[in-house]
């Protein structure tokens, strides 16, 4: 899987946050499961109404659908550190997509899915490899 990271920041911080990412790689994340869970790094981070419903997911590691996932990120201020863990429904035993927010500072995108790779570059100005 490749690894790409997000960097786009702006006077404040990050200039995005989850919803930005899922919508620059639907309808696919729409469609998806998603599975949240901590990071190595740290416990499940995130503020905001939405945050806090994140964090219970987190705890209770269950899946959702990408489009209830969107509307709970739409009501959250910011994902400190996390990971969601996505499935496609063809093959909903296999990782499609991780996306890992990490301490603030960036996102983090593990994927094989070269069209999604190529969605994230297309879509936000400071990606990295790596």
């Given amino acids: 899987m490749e690894k790409i990271r997000i960097h786009d920041l702006d006077g404040n911080g ?15 994340s729409l469609g998806a499961k998603w599975m949240i869970t901590s990071s190595i790094e740290s416990y499940f981070e995130a503020t905001g109404e939405g945050g806090l419903r994140l964090e219970q997911l987190a705890e209770e590691r269950v899946q959702i659908i ?4 969107l509307s ?7 994902v400190i550190w996390g990971d969601f863990i996505g499935f496609l429904h063809e093959a909903p035993d296999t990782e499609w997509l991780i996306i890992r927010a990490v301490d603030s500072s960036f996102f ?18 400071d990606v990295r490899v790596g």
């Fill in 72 to 78: 709970i990120a739409d009501n959250t201020w910011q």
């Fill in 14 to 28: 990050l200039a995005f946050d989850l919803r930005h990412v899922l919508r620059a790689l639907a309808p696919r």
């Fill in 66 to 69: 990408g489009s209830e996932l």
């Fill in 108 to 125: 983090e995108i593990e994927t094989s899915d070269q069209i999604c790779t190529a969605a994230i570059k297309s879509h936000f100005h």
